[in-house]
């Protein structure tokens, strides 16, 4: 019986046949082969029930599932028995001739695996076909890299917030509390756009902040300190708007508020109000020729690389990295599962970094200190 060209998945293959010929040969009846045969509909509905009973959100399960049936469909499965690691390989090989990011790629093959994973544990499949297949590395095909804004850019981003008019209905002052929250708890735009007053724990020691777990990515309810400077900005900001306990602040999040705010647009025009009053500080013929083709307050630098609304996270987490915070501590503020995500995407190391790490390293010495050392 022909199995797979990668051995892991070969061997996985082999472990279910051998396993089948073994409780033939004694004789024994395993209801996993019953499970095998139904119809394919009928495990993703049990699937679909078990997701919305450990409460995650109406919107995971939908795009959860929808990505599993798309790959059923594509790869003609009618029963669990028929799936393989060899048909979702092609499938997902397709989505990215198609045009889709490997880290799209790779979102659909975290949702079949959690189907498979689930089918396993349910003994609806001896084992997982799936186990095999690994991620593929999203650095060698970034559609959309971020980057951390420095102290000074994300000032003059606050500023200019603060007296911009407004933009997506959502008020200046109300777009820099905004900014700040975010840079300085790495909160993210669903998770924001879930607060209302009594979220914060303003008076508490620590002072914190709290999203429910129906918000929060990870489907759990996570609980953030606050900075002492953003308690003092949050009292001032919510002592002049007045909010009712249960306001939704910042309505942004679909939802929250029906409408899906466009908070890119948002830091896309604030930075270009901060930038163009940069401009205009110099009179120096020289010095704004310098400005101009500099990255300094720019939504895409030359690299790239877009100071967007999630670029507040990863000026978050690059901030407790140059405040010299254990990486093991920067993981558990960030609310990573995986201190390398943490360490190598949201982390940011720029030349300025750099030179200051390298002006730390003690001196070479004189001539005299060679020879005493030689």
């Given at each position: 019986?022909?199995?797979?060209?990668?051995?892991?998945?070969?061997?996985a293959?082999?472990?279910?046949?051998?396993?089948?010929?073994?409780?033939?040969?004694?004789?024994?009846?395993?209801?996993?082969?019953?499970?095998?045969?139904?119809?394919?509909?009928?495990h993703?509905a049990?699937?679909?029930?078990s997701?919305?009973?450990?409460?995650?959100?109406?919107?995971?399960?939908l795009?959860?599932?929808?990505?599993?049936?798309?790959?059923?469909?594509?790869?003609?499965w009618?029963?669990?028995?028929?799936?393989?690691?060899?048909?979702?390989?092609r499938?997902?090989?397709?989505?990215?001739d198609?045009?889709?990011?490997?880290?799209?790629?790779?979102?659909?093959?975290r949702?079949?695996?959690c189907?498979?994973?689930?089918?396993?544990?349910?003994?609806?499949?001896?084992?997982?076909?799936?186990?095999?297949?690994?991620?593929?590395?999203?650095?060698v095909?970034?559609?959309?890299?971020?980057?951390?804004l420095?102290?000074?850019?994300?000032?003059?981003l606050?500023?200019?917030?603060?007296?911009?008019?407004?933009?997506?209905?959502?008020?200046?002052?109300?777009?820099?509390?905004?900014?700040?929250?975010?840079?300085?708890?790495?909160?993210?735009?669903?998770e924001?756009?879930?607060?209302?007053?009594?979220?914060?724990?303003?008076?508490?020691?620590?002072?914190?902040?709290?999203?429910?777990?129906?918000?929060?990515?990870?489907?759990?309810?996570?609980?953030?300190?606050?900075?002492p400077?953003?308690v003092?900005?949050?009292?001032?900001?919510?002592?002049?708007?007045?909010p009712?306990?249960?306001e939704?602040?910042?309505?942004?999040?679909?939802?929250?508020?029906?409408?899906?705010?466009?908070?890119?647009?948002?830091?896309?025009?604030?930075?270009?109000?901060?930038?163009r009053?940069?401009?205009?500080?110099?009179?120096d013929?020289?010095?704004?020729?310098r400005?101009?083709?500099?990255?300094?307050?720019?939504?895409k630098?030359?690299?790239?690389?877009?100071?967007?609304?999630?670029?507040?996270?990863?000026?978050?987490?690059?901030?407790?990295?140059?405040?010299?915070?254990?990486?093991?501590?920067?993981?558990?503020?960030?609310?990573?599962?995986?201190?390398?995500l943490?360490?190598?995407?949201?982390?940011?190391?720029?030349?300025?970094?750099?030179?200051?790490?390298?002006?730390?390293?003690?001196?070479?010495?004189?001539?005299?200190?060679?020879?005493g050392?030689?």
């Open positions: 019986m022909p199995l797979a060209s990668d051995k892991r998945v070969a061997q293959m082999l472990n279910d046949l051998v396993a089948k010929v073994e409780r033939q040969k004694a004789g024994l009846e395993d209801p996993v082969d019953e499970e095998m045969q139904k119809p394919i509909d009928t993703l049990d699937f679909e029930s997701q919305k009973a450990k409460n995650n959100s109406t919107r995971y399960v795009e959860t599932l929808g990505k599993i049936r798309r790959c059923v469909e594509a790869c003609r009618r029963r669990i028995a028929q799936i393989k690691a060899t048909d979702v390989q499938f997902l090989a397709n989505l990215r198609e045009g889709l990011s490997v880290q799209t790629s790779n979102h659909y093959l949702a079949i695996k189907f498979t994973r689930w089918l396993t544990i349910n003994r609806r499949l001896r084992s997982n076909p799936l186990d095999g297949l690994a991620m593929l590395n999203v650095r095909d970034r559609r959309h890299d971020r980057r951390a420095s102290r000074d850019e994300f000032w003059r606050v500023d200019a917030a603060n007296s911009g008019p407004v933009v997506e209905s959502i008020p200046g002052i109300d777009r820099a509390m905004l900014y700040v929250l975010a840079a300085w708890t790495g909160l993210r735009k669903g924001i756009g879930s607060l209302t007053p009594a979220s914060f724990r303003l008076a508490s020691n620590p002072p914190t902040v709290t999203v429910a777990a129906a918000y929060s990515k990870h489907r759990r309810e996570d609980t953030q300190v606050l900075h400077e953003v003092t900005r949050l009292r001032e900001w919510l002592t002049l708007r007045q009712a306990d249960d939704i602040l910042f309505p942004i999040s679909k939802r929250t508020c029906g409408l899906d705010r466009k908070t890119a647009k948002m830091m896309r025009e604030d930075l270009a109000a901060a930038r009053v940069w401009l205009a500080e110099t009179d013929p020289a010095e704004r020729h400005r101009l083709q500099s990255d300094f307050l720019k939504y630098d030359s690299q790239n690389r877009f100071a967007d609304f999630h670029a507040n996270r990863h000026t978050f987490i690059t901030n407790l990295c140059r405040a010299d915070v254990a990486p093991k501590t920067v993981q558990t503020l960030a609310r990573h599962g995986d201190i390398r943490t360490m190598n995407l949201y982390s940011h190391v720029d030349l300025a970094d750099q030179s200051a790490a390298i002006a730390r390293l003690p001196g070479v010495g004189g001539n005299e200190a060679m020879r050392a030689g």
